[in-house]
């Protein structure tokens, strides 16, 4: 399984981006997914999730209610569309997928077996 994050870029502060994660190779199966973010010097982040059926997700506080995730099954690709960004929502974004993982236990990095490259978000002015 690979996965593609892209559409990562330059946004001032308040802006929106939307980033995507296409997933491929055994896509026969289903996986819930993940997007979590890595700014210089600290650790990785979950910022939000969503089931395989895309019925069900989550986000952390700090990004709850100006990020939303969804998924289109039917092209392989989940996507994050962030609002309001801030500079402190500057970092590598990272996509995660995994066949197993539970509505309980997507925010931990352990739940997820396969990651992509991440995508650089820099807010800026």
């Known amino acids: 399984v690979q996965l593609q994050a892209s559409g990562g870029g330059l946004v001032p502060p308040g802006g929106p981006l939307r980033l995507s994660c296409a997933i491929s190779g055994r896509t026969g199966r289903s996986y819930g997914m993940a997007w979590f973010r890595q700014a210089p010097g600290k650790d990785r982040e979950f910022v939000a999730a969503i089931t395989r059926t895309g019925g069900g997700t989550g986000y952390a506080d700090s990004v709850k209610g100006r990020f939303t995730v969804s998924r289109n099954s039917a092209k392989k690709t989940m996507y994050l569309q962030m609002n309001s960004l801030k500079p402190e929502d500057s970092a590598v974004y990272y996509c995660?997928?995994?066949?197993?993982?539970?509505?309980?236990?997507?925010?931990?990095?352990?739940?997820?077996?396969?990651w992509g490259q991440g995508t650089q978000v820099t807010v800026s002015s």
């Open positions: 995660a997928a995994d066949e197993n993982v539970t509505l309980s236990a997507m925010r931990r990095l352990s739940s997820y077996d396969y």
